[in-house]
Each structure stands twice: as C-alpha cells, then as structure tokens.
C-alpha cells in the first residue's frame, strides 16, 4: 500500500506517477506543504543549531609532489573521524562545474512532459531513471526533491543513451572525477595495508552513476527534508552543490570540532568538490572509515540543485572487512555479501540513518 494523502491519492499519481514531480506541484502554485511531504518531529532539521563544518578543502595537487605522505594523512584522517571532506585542485575543470550547476538547472526547467519520459516505467533505457523522492512508494513522509540518474557503462552507450541536454557535461564530469576518485581510493587502501595494483581497488568502483537532485523551493522547509537521513551504500562519493547549502552531516564519535550526534554543515565552497565515505568502504575498513548519515535541508527562498556521482562495486564483488583488519581487530564487525545483494536491500527500503548497514551486520559480533 502507498502513503496515504489529505489530498487523496491525486496528488501522488499528479508527483510520481505522471512524471510531474516535485518541481511540478510548486509551479501549479503550492502555498502550503502537503501532508505526504510533512515530516514527524524527529525527522525536521533545526537548522539554527547547526554549525558549519569549517575545515580546510584538502588541496589535492599535493598529492602528486613532495608532500604526498602528509596529503594522504589528512585524506585518511578526514575519513576516520567525519566521514566527509572537501577537495580543491582535484582535476575537475572549475568552469565545468559551473556548466554542470547550469545544466542542472536548465534540465530541471524543461516541460514535465520531457523529463517523464524517463520515468523508470516508461524510459527507453535502464541507464536512465527520472523520479522524485527516493522510494516513493515505501516512504511514510515523502522527500522534497526530483533527480535524474545516469549510469554509466561506457561511452558509446552514455552517448547513446543519456540525455543530449545534459550528456556531455555529465560525461566529461565523470571522466575527470573518477581519475580523482582512483587517487583517493588508492590512498584510503593503501593505509588499509592493500597493494596498489590489487585488482580489489578497480573491483570497487567497477560501477558509475552520475545524478542530478533538484530541491525546489519550498514554501515551509522546517516541515520537509530535501534528502532524509541515510548513508551512501557505494564505495566513495563525489558531490557537486551549490551555493545555497543545507547539506547536513552526524558526527558519529565525539571529537575535536564536535560532539557526537551533533549536526554539522558542509559548507558551499566555490570551486571545492565534496568528498563522502560510502557503507562498502565502511565494511572492508572493520569500520575505520565512517560511512556518515547525512541529509538536506529544503529553503523556502529558492531551489538548490546538487550533483553526486556513486562510485560502487562490481554487482557480483564479494565484500567483507579485510582478514588482515579482522585479524588484528579480533572482531570481524561485518559478515561477507555480494555487493548486488546489499543494493537491493539499499533501494528496497526508505532511507532510516545508518539502518541500511545492518544488512551487513555480523550475527557473531556484537
Ligand atoms: O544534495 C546533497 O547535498 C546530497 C545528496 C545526497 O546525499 C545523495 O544524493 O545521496
Ligand atoms: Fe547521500
């Protein structure tokens, strides 16, 4: 059964099933937040207590100098405590996300009628999925948001298939992000004691999606979120917003710049990228890399796009926290799955904070 609605069920067949989204409703002239789209009390975002994460963007040119070794540090350490950074100098063309941010915004700005062809009902590919809140149809409250998701499997097919409107931006982004992407990894591996040419690290981010979240304006955003509480299911995740803000992080353990459980912001950062940690790397680590719940907030002043690219695993990789860790940890906090296995379960339930990872739990551990 589907969520139940004041207005009955026109105005989730209106938002969901006819394509029309989000975006749609506001621009028939919305003035007041629907129920479907009210959140508990536990679930709304007090955004005057939230502090903004003011650390320093880790300039990633140094990785390729003399000054690896202290760069790598400040990589791993960022992934040991927050779970989140940001990066400058990472080889992402600075005008290119600013095209990206247009794109973005113009895409969102074209007739319902032409994005809902990509409905994931009716879309010409499986590499192209438009839809609106995350798993509309599991979801009590739903969330404030419409996106498009490309995958990616190679070029020939992402310039067959994707959007002509948005394809290319979308592909020169992720062209240049993964070989960042690749350096990260390596790092965050290396300090895990891995080789670099283990296959394992190409096995990880075997898999690619590019989306783009549209948050449209909402008329009262202490009811709504744009993105509940979850965590990232994939390896690593590299995240494009811009500069309206209202990207929220849990801080998992106390430490220096804050107390546990405490939210902080991710501020917008010109010209910076955003780095998160995923559940998968979260696992392999016997959970030294914090996989961190993260959400967003809605504003009533104007829309705010973002754009992540998921970085996964091969469908069927074998993923569990590394023997050697396990060994010197005595404790194996996680047991061994298939990676296709964990994403069904990821995409099956609504986001709940960090439940996604129980999946994984070990019945041996406690
Ligand atoms: O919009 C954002 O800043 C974050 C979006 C997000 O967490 C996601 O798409 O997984
Ligand atoms: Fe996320």
Not at 17 to 22: K, P, T
Not at 46 to 54: G, T
Not at 155 to 170: C, G
Not at 186 to 209: H, Y
Request: net charge negative; glycine share 6%; hydrophobic share 35%.
């Amino acid at each position: 059964m589907g969520p139940s609605f004041d207005e009955g069920t026109s105005l989730y067949n209106f938002v969901v099933r006819d394509g029309n989204g989000v975006k749609g409703m506001v621009d028939s002239g919305l003035t007041t937040v629907p129920a479907a789209y009210t959140q508990p009390p536990r679930e709304r975002i007090d955004k005057e207590s939230a502090r903004k994460h003011e650390q320093q963007p880790i300039d990633l040119s140094r990785l390729d100098g003399p000054e690896h070794d202290e760069v790598a540090v400040e990589i791993v350490r960022a992934a040991e405590t927050l779970g989140f950074f940001q990066v400058i100098n990472h080889g992402v063309p600075v005008d290119l996300l600013e095209s990206l941010k247009d794109t973005a915004n113009k895409f969102f700005g074209l007739p319902p009628e032409q994005k809902a062809v990509y409905r994931s009902e009716v879309s010409p590919t499986p590499l192209v999925k438009y839809g609106t809140s995350f798993v509309p149809e599991k979801e009590k409250a739903l969330e404030w948001k419409d996106y498009i998701s490309l995958q990616y499997v190679n070029d020939a097919e992402a310039l067959q298939h994707w959007p002509i409107e948005i394809r290319d931006v979308a592909l020169e982004y992720l062209r240049t992000s993964i070989k960042m992407v690749r350096k990260l990894l390596e790092v965050l591996m290396v300090n895990l004691g891995m080789k670099l040419v283990d296959p394992k690290i190409d096995a990880l981010i075997d898999k690619k999606m590019v989306n783009m979240n549209f948050y449209p304006t909402c008329p009262n955003p202490d009811l709504t979120v744009g993105v509940g509480r979850h965590s990232d299911m994939g390896t690593l995740t590299v995240l494009l917003q811009d500069g309206i803000g209202g990207l929220y992080v849990k801080i998992e353990e106390d430490m220096r710049y804050g107390k546990k459980g405490e939210w902080v912001e991710i501020p917008p950062t010109p010209g910076a990228l955003v780095i998160n940690v995923g559940d998968m790397l979260q696992v392999l680590s016997n959970k030294r890399y914090k996989s961190a719940e993260h959400r967003v907030r809605t504003t009533n002043t104007t829309s705010r796009v973002s754009i992540p690219i998921f970085t996964i695993p091969k469908l069927t990789e074998k993923i569990a926290p590394l023997p050697h860790l396990v060994e010197k940890d005595g404790i194996a906090h996680y047991r061994e799955f298939m990676f296709v296995d964990y994403m069904k379960n990821f995409f099956g339930n609504a986001h709940e904070g960090k439940k996604s990872l129980d999946f994984a739990n070990n019945v041996d551990s406690s």
